[in-house]
């Protein structure tokens, strides 16, 4: 947990934080890196935007997917089970970062869309 608070600590102590940054940390913790930097350099105070940007975020954890990764399989276009998990990450990126939303026919279009490019590329 302390190397986890150090090294958010150094990635947000010249840049801001960001929704991935947020989403993969949570929030608690986020916050307690922000309060590090801000002992070293109180001007870098980001608490409301760590609030702002938990807050915003349209999921807060895998589970939260509105299409699930049991909803990949019963689709029949994924011949191997192990990228459902690359599938899922993707899906949580799109949604994290507000370019696909968290509702379900959305994200079933996504996925058979994706699926269906890697099928035509001999891909999986």
């Known amino acids: 947990l302390i190397n986890q608070i150090h090294d958010i600590a150094i990635a947000t102590s010249n840049d801001a934080f960001n929704e991935l940054i947020v989403y993969a940390n949570g929030y608690e913790i986020c ?22 940007l938990y ?18 399989l019963d689709l029949k276009l994924l011949t191997d089970a192990r990228l459902i998990g690359d599938l899922i990450d993707d899906i949580t990126y799109q949604i994290i970062t507000h370019q696909l939303e968290n509702e379900y026919f959305k994200i079933k279009k996504y ?14």
């Open 111 to 124: 996925v058979i869309d994706k699926l269906s490019i890697h099928a035509s590329l001999g891909e999986e």
């Open 31 to 52: 916050q307690m890196a922000n309060n590090v930097n801000c002992i070293i350099n109180p001007s870098n105070n980001q608490t409301e935007l760590i609030s702002k």
């Open 55 to 72: 807050q915003d975020m349209p999921i807060h954890k895998t589970c939260d997917l509105a299409f699930k990764g049991q909803d990949i």
